[in-house]
């Protein structure tokens, strides 16, 4: 487990810092098989264990990032590439990791934390992907960074509770399917109505 986290932790980095959207949706697709293998090193293989498996598979490593790189592949050479990230971006990021440091020595003493490794992992996964929300310009980056902060939520959870009942995973799993799916289907709005894949693109809307 400790491993499949880690690999989603340098994938969030990866993620951030990539700018060919190509090599983005390969990393989400790495993120998918990495939370594969966790839920099925967590603990005894059961039926429910298998279905969890195989629609975390089918999703985050499959549906999501099959359908990002069909869309991608439609668009011409100059709109898969993202722009550079702004200096304070960095900043940030080694800014939020020792936040992540310090919210573990807090949380220690209550006893809440299962696996600190796993918690670090898992929250500083999701400030990443919250950084790239609000760094990046290239709407499936956006997209990108959703699905990511939604990866590393399953493993805070998994740092705090052991493992998710069935329900409440399948649950994220159809969440995050439809929310990307309406993402996508955005982003190709976008590029289609606007020839630009840069979100700046839609502020006259505010006027």
């Not at 550079?84 to 949380?107: E, F, K, M, R």
């Amino acid at each position: 487990m400790m491993s499949a986290a880690l690999v989603v932790f340098v994938a969030s980095v990866g993620l951030l810092v990539v700018r060919n959207v190509k090599s983005s949706i390969l990393l989400l697709g790495t993120e998918g098989l990495a939370l594969s293998y966790m839920v099925w090193m967590s603990g005894p293989i059961t039926l429910d264990k298998v279905a969890i498996v195989l629609a975390t598979l089918a999703i985050k490593a499959g549906i999501i990032p099959g359908v990002m790189y069909r869309l991608v592949q439609k668009w011409p050479i100059e709109y898969r590439q993202d722009g550079p990230l702004p200096a304070w971006t960095y900043v940030a990021g080694v800014a939020l990791l020792l936040t992540v440091t310090h919210v573990i020595q807090l949380l220690t003493a209550t006893g809440i934390i299962l696996h600190r490794a796993l918690f670090f992992y898992g929250l500083a996964s999701i400030y990443l992907g919250l950084l790239q929300i609000i760094s990046r310009r290239h709407v499936l980056s956006q997209v990108g960074a959703l699905v990511a902060a939604e990866n590393a939520f399953v493993i805070l959870a998994a740092s705090l509770v052991g493992n998710l009942p069935m329900f409440m995973e399948i649950g994220m799993l159809v969440d995050l399917l439809v929310a990307a799916i309406i993402l996508v289907w955005m982003s190709r709005l976008v590029h289609g109505r606007f020839n630009t894949t840069d979100v700046n693109a839609l502020r006259f809307l505010r006027r």
